[in-house]
Structures are given as structure tokens and as C-alpha cells.
């Protein structure tokens, strides 16, 4: 039997359905979010990302083939070399500089999701780190769709948090995305029904982590 990442993502829907219409994820689309719960989640975003770099390098040393190696590597370098600095540039512009990021502490919701995933990627193998990042990396160009699809998103200039939006609606950014799932649907193809029990254990636990990653930011707890 053949499975797919529609599968796993079906075998958690209830979790998926409130990572991705989460009241952070409509506030923000509706442009009612608290500025402070932005920032603050905008605050920890830049910590995740460093731990999500790190993933990255594991799922370089985790690659059975050249071409899973180059893939890593891309993701290693986007973040590093590109995104980080797109980060710390939009943090600037929310009125938090680079040097408070560099001292920032991290919140409890950052070390349990970034660090679960490591562990996840350490204990298994290159799949079951892919399933683990999956939420990430799938969800986001799903929550931009959804917010796209509701009648109550505000786009344009009277939504401050219009750019964030865009980012995740990119061609580029949605292009990532179906590249995560045509990966992921090309292994799930050939897991036996326990190991694809084992894999929907973990894609719930970081869908989870997400939640409780936007509940951190919402009530901007440590
Ligand atoms: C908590 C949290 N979850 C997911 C993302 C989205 N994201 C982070 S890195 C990355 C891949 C880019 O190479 C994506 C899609 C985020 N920013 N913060």
C-alpha cells in the first residue's frame, strides 16, 4: 500500500485544522493582532529560525544521496545566507534591532518545538526529519492560501501585517512548498502501515508545537 502526504496530513486533521486557523493566523489576516503579540512572535521567529538552520545541516548529514545532500545544503544556505537577513530586516522595520535579537532569551514554546525536531531527526532517519519539519514547511503556504480564501482578510495597506502575507503567497515561497510535498509523497510511497503510523505520530507532534508556537505569541509567554 502506498501512502502520501494528503494521508498524513488527514491523519491529524483536527491538529492541522487548528494549527492553521489558529486565532493568531486570523487576527493576523484580519489585521486586529496585537502589535506586541507580532513582535513578539517575530522576536522568537528569529531563534527558531537559527535551531531550524541547524535541522537543516542534520538533514545534510542524515542524506543517503547526493541529491537529498544538495537539498540540504539549499535549505541550509536559504536560511542562513538569505533569509535570516530578510528576517532581521523586517524585525528593523517592526522597531526591534539586531542587537536585542542577539540577547533575546528563548521562549519555552522555541526550545520544545525546534529541539523536538532535532531530536526527531537525530533518533531517525532523513524521513522522519522531513515529517518533522513537514508543519513548517507545508503549513505556512497553506495558511497563506487560507487566508487568502476568507472574505475577512484584509490585504493591502490597512493591513499592517500585509507583507507577511505576501511573503508566504509567493510563487517562490508556494513553489517550496509543492517541492516539500512531491519529496515527501515519493518516500511515503514505500513505508510499510507501521512506519506511516510512526511518521503520523510525529507530523502530530510538530503540528502541536506549532499551536502551542502561536499561543506563545498570542499571549506573548515565555
Ligand atoms: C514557527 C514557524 N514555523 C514555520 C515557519 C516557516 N518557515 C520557517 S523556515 C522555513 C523554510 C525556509 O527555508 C519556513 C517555511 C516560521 N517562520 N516559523
Redesign the pocket.
Known amino acids: 500500500m502506498a501512502f502520501n502526504f494528503t494521508q498524513l496530513q488527514q491523519a491529524c486533521q483536527s491538529e492541522w485544522d487548528a494549527y492553521l486557523q489558529h486565532d493568531f493566523v486570523r487576527q493576523l489576516g484580519d489585521g486586529t493582532l496585537a502589535a506586541g503579540a507580532f513582535r513578539h512572535y517575530l522576536k522568537q ?1 528569529y531563534l ?2 537559527i535551531q ?1 538552520a541547524r535541522a537543516f545541516a542534520l538533514a545534510a548529514y542524515k542524506s543517503p544521496t547526493l541529491e537529498d545532500l544538495r537539498q540540504a545544503k539549499a ?1 541550509l544556505e ?2 542562513v545566507d538569505l ?1 535570516l537577513g530578510l528576517h532581521i530586516q523586517y524585525c528593523r522595520e517592526w522597531g526591534i534591532s539586531e542587537q536585542e535579537l542577539q540577547a533575546l532569551p528563548e521562549a519555552r514554546a522555541t526550545m520544545a ?1 525546534t529541539r523536538y525536531v532535532l531530536d526527531t531527526g537525530n533518533r531517525g532517519d532523513l524521513l522522519d526529519l522531513h515529517v518533522a519539519l513537514a508543519p ?2 507545508v ?2 503556504g497553506q495558511i497563506a492560501q487560507w487566508l487568502n480564501s476568507r472574505s475577512e482578510t484584509l490585504r493591502g495597506e490597512q493591513n499592517p501585517y500585509d507583507a507577511w502575507i505576501a511573503m508566504y503567497e509567493s510563487d517562490e515561497f508556494q513553489s ?1 512548498t509543492a517541492a516539500e510535498i512531491d519529496w515527501l509523497n515519493r518516500e511515503l510511497a514505500d513505508v510499510s502501515p507501521r512506519r506511516f503510523e510512526q511518521l503520523v505520530r510525529i507530523f502530530s507532534d510538530a503540528t502541536r508545537l ?1 499551536i502551542d ?1 502561536w499561543d506563545m505569541g498570542l499571549n506573548q509567554r515565555m
Do not use: K, Q
Open positions: 521567529d527558531f529560525l531550524f535549505g536559504a536560511i533569509e518545538y513548517c514547511l503549513g505556512y517550496a506549532e508556537f
